[in-house]
């Protein structure tokens, strides 16, 4: 199994450009979440999906759009890309669906927007 | 909404001493509190957890404990050792929605010296 999976790894933008950033997992999970990590900020939640078919806010997502593709798939997209949205990406899954369970998080994207 | 806070936000300690970290919630219904733990460079893995029917927890050298009423938690790491040095977070679900989400705390650098 390869857990969670992110890809780009690396992505640099210009102020405007628009990018998605691709999740997966191969773990049958039911909740996926996105979250983003700045320094000294802990990591915030941007957007959740409980189970497939189903999308939430978190505490973070102005300037974010989620897509839950499938039950393996969650996709973040950044429509106008801000320098305020430089942070390091990470996905997560859980295997429960709209409880509390273990977070599998995957090995994050970092974006730098210029 | 669910508001963590922890401290210390950096924590030395000398090799075989013991760390604590302090954390703080704001939701009484928030009824799930894990840590995670991450390596510089790398993704959150999760540690151990505690649910709020529950006072303590322990696994091998780490222990956390929760408090209620005071709404706090703790994570307690004992005899530790060059490769706890890390970034510690402590997270809280709130209670409402039973959605899974987590609120994480802002880190805690741990640093174990030789």
């Known amino acids: 199994n390869a857990g969670v999976t992110q890809t780009p790894k690396f992505q640099v933008l210009k102020t405007g450009q628009s990018m998605t950033l691709q999740c997966a997992q191969d773990m049958n999970h039911n909740s996926m979440y996105w979250y983003r990590q700045d320094p000294g900020m802990g990591l915030r939640l941007i957007y959740y999906s409980a189970s497939e078919g189903t999308t939430d806010k978190g505490e973070v997502p102005n300037g974010y759009n989620v897509s839950r593709l499938n039950k393996r798939e969650f996709s973040l997209r950044l429509e106008s890309a801000a320098p305020s949205q430089t942070s390091v990406y990470f996905c997560a899954s859980s295997k429960i669906a709209g409880s509390t369970d273990t977070q599998y998080f995957g090995p994050g994207t970092r974006l730098t927007v210029l | 909404g669910e508001n963590v806070e922890q401290h210390p936000s950096t924590l030395s300690v000398q090799e075989g001493d013991s760390a604590v970290i302090k954390c703080t919630y704001s939701?009484?219904?928030?009824?799930?509190f894990p840590w995670y733990k991450q390596e510089l460079g790398k993704r959150p893995q999760l540690i151990i957890d505690i649910r709020s029917n529950v006072g303590e927890k322990k696994d091998q050298r780490i222990a956390v404990t929760l408090n209620k009423t005071a709404k706090h938690f703790s994570l307690h790491i004992t005899e530790t050792q060059p490769e706890d040095s890390a970034v510690y977070f402590c997270a809280a679900s709130p209670g409402s929605g039973n959605t899974g989400k987590l609120i994480f705390g802002q880190g805690t650098t741990l640093q174990v010296k030789p």
């Open positions: 939701d009484s219904a928030s009824n799930y």
